[in-house]
């Protein structure tokens, strides 16, 4: 039996909102705010051309935290990131794999030792985040209900553990919306 552990209590909550435009060979980026949407604290800015690149950008700072570089938008998916560690002083990389069922989408991250499980279950808007070996909740996202078209796509990402850095969830919400998550949401 595969028992699934979830914290009730999230450490930290943010409100991601997705650009309202995008500009030629760019594709969407998203504005990190707080979880009352008050202050933005980091901007994910997406481009592409010959292969997808994301850049994760500290807003207070203008500092560039983490980018992200691949392929992920078509049916080809190649993904590796790298996040910079202020303790060690020195960039960190790791990678997504996506590994495709009729029923779900999976994608792993491997990062500093740590291996991560994100599950997109058909039908679904909420996206689960899990440590792949202890099968403990991570991180939870899900598109919000927009009843006006025109008005942008946001979600709501709950963090529950720090094993790993914000920006690898940031990084999979990205992927998941650029890969459809929030289309058919009304």
Known sequence: MIKCIESKKANRTYVVVRNATKHRHELFGFRIFDSKEKTCLYRLRASSRDIDTVILVDNPTKNMVANLEGIWIDSTFNVTLSVYDYKLNKWIDGVIQRTSHFWANDYTVEYNNEQLI????????????????????????????????????????KIYSNKVPDAIYFFLLLIFDHRGLADNIQ
Not at 138 to 149: E, G, I, K, V
């Open 118 to 157: 994100a599950k997109w279950k058909l039908f679904s808007t909420k996206i689960k985040v899990y440590h792949k070996k202890q099968n403990e909740l991570l991180a939870q996202f899900r598109p919000r209900t927009r009843l006006l078209l025109w008005r942008p796509v946001k979600y709501d990402l």
